[in-house]
């Protein structure tokens, strides 16, 4: 039998219950979100969570920056955030313009108000198995799925495909502090499917179609979609060849309505925490 891991209903149940305790509060949590340009794809981004702060009842702010302003100017919008007592949260929207570097704009951003959780100090502590102020969102959400459908972590072979700075990286050190036994991979990584097939739990954030197919996974492993694909005729697809490797997993994520969901959620449930540490 294969459980359908349901993202969304999951982050349903946390918003539900995040909603309330925002509304017990007589001062409400708040979230900066800086966006730099007209990109198209990060100005929903930017509008998706600003409706979703407003839902719950988390203060939010949209500071909109000209494509041309100079790192300096960001850096200093940044300063005054940091230093506003008002603001518990801050988020710069990624990709930046090319003249500007995300590690000095990362770096600004006060520790305890890095709502993605980008800084090297965050990272820093999750990397020396120490509690890190907030969790990155996706790794965080992908936590939150396999606590929610009981899923142990402990002493499982973990491998993670794909080794970004946003997911694969920070979610492997998340595991390993869980004590499971991870192993990564990513798009040098000589025999893929000889390591995946010994996967209890398999965790594909990679962003290729159909790269996990049935063949290249154990009988009962759990399976964990992050890929965001799009296909020819326009639908959404993740990693994983999901009719046929739902025929061997205990556990699948669906792409929509698995992980992506759940990167959101993390989102709020952050800049709640970070509310929290600095009250
Ligand atoms: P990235 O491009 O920064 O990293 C991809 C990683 O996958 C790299 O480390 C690369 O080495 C590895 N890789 C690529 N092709 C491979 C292959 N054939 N075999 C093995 N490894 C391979 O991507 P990212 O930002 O980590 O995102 C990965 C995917 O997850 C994308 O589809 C993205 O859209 C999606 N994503 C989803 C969410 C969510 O909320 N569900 C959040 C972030 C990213």
């Known amino acids: 039998m294969t459980t359908l891991i349901e993202g969304k209903t999951v982050a349903q149940k946390i918003f539900d219950n995040l909603a309330h305790e925002i509304s017990l509060l007589e001062k409400k949590p708040s979230l900066a979100v800086i966006i730099v340009g007209d990109d198209p794809a990060s100005k929903i981004y930017v509008n998706l969570k600003k409706k979703k702060a407003h839902e719950l009842g988390i203060t939010s702010q949209v500071i909109e920056l000209d494509e041309s302003v100079s790192e300096q100017e960001l850096l200093k919008k940044i300063d005054s955030l940091n230093n506003d ?7 710069v929207q990624m990709p930046l313009p090319e003249h500007i570097n995300p590690v ?4 600004k ?3 305890l108000k890095d709502v993605d959780c980008f800084h090297p100090y965050n990272i820093g502590r999750i990397a020396t198995g120490n509690k890190s102020y907030v969790y990155p969102c996706t790794p965080k959400g992908i936590f939150r799925l396999l606590d929610f459908y009981n899923i142990p ?3 499982k072979h973990a491998v993670v495909v794909g080794r970004s700075n946003i997911v694969g990286r920070p979610l492997a050190q998340m595991l390993l ?3 499971a036994t991870v192993t990564i991979c990513h798009s040098r990584t000589k025999n893929l499917s000889e390591i995946t097939k010994t996967a209890d739990i398999l965790i594909s954030a990679a962003g290729c179609p159909a790269l996990i197919k049935k063949d290249m996974v154990k009988d009962g492993a759990v399976v964990i979609d992050v890929g965001i694909n799009r296909k020819s005729d326009g639908k959404l697809c993740g990693d994983v060849d999901f009719e046929n490797v739902k025929e061997k997993a205990s556990f699948i994520t669906p792409v929509p309505g698995g992980v992506g969901p759940m990167t959101i959620c993390s989102l709020m449930c952050n800049t709640m925490d970070l509310f929290k ?3």
Request: hydrophobic content about 45%.
């Open 85 to 91: 007592p008002a603001v518990n949260a801050i988020l």
């Open 104 to 107: 000095n704009v990362i770096e």
């Open 109 to 111: 951003i006060n520790p």
């Open 153 to 155: 972590v402990e002493g």
């Open 177 to 179: 502090n869980e004590n």
């Open 277 to 279: 540490l600095q009250n």
